[in-house]
């Protein structure tokens, strides 16, 4: 009788254990999600750089786009995300009236972020840039596109408000 006590005993605790792992990957999942960010952290150059400072034109103008092109860094905020990205030095300056474009791969998400724009009149801060898309595209080929504007500043011993956003 002992070893029906027994064995009925383990199937109900069998039966308790195979409702658990349903519900197990939820909950991993909910603990290990980062906490979404709404926009980057501000940043700042030091003496002698420049960088890409981008927001979106969207309630808020949240921060999305950093490049530190001489630290070799971009962060890029997408779908509450910031990617820490590796920036390649890129030819030519930000003329007035030229377009730019940067390309930064992310091959921990699987995703391609493509920056395209103008370089408009210049500001107290440095050469504005507008007309910017920022492409986010994944292995599948999905593709968002998201509208931004700021500028392009550097920071020279001088200053010491531009070049902090």
């Known amino acids: 009788m ?5 064995g009925l ?16 990957p939820l909950i991993e999942q909910a603990r290990s999600t980062p906490d979404r960010a709404d926009s980057l952290p501000p ?8 960088g890409i400072f981008l927001f979106g034109m969207g309630e808020g103008h949240p921060f999305v786009v950093f490049e ?5 860094r971009a962060l890029i905020l997408h ?21 730019f474009r940067r390309v930064y791969l992310d091959q921990t998400a ?8 103008e370089v408009g009149e210049a500001t107290g801060s440095g050469p504005r840039l507008e007309n910017v898309l920022l492409r986010a595209r994944a292995m ?3 593709e968002t596109v998201r509208p931004l ?3 392009y500043s550097c920071r020279t011993g001088a200053q010491t408000a531009p070049g902090r956003f």
Do not use: K, Y
Not at 68 to 72: C, I
């Open 2 to 6: 002992r070893w029906i006590l027994a």
């Open 43 to 50: 940043q700042e150059l030091a003496d002698g750089q420049c």
């Open 79 to 99: 779908d509450g995300v910031i990617h820490e990205l590796g920036a390649t030095p890129q030819p030519g300056a930000f003329v007035l009236g030229e377009s």
């Open 68 to 72: 530190n092109e001489r630290a070799g």
């Open 110 to 117: 699987s995703l391609v972020f493509t920056l395209t724009g």
């Open 149 to 151: 504007g700021g500028v």
């Open 9 to 24: 005993c383990a199937l109900g605790v069998s039966a308790c254990a195979t409702g658990a792992p349903d519900r197990a």
């Open 140 to 142: 599948d080929g999905s």
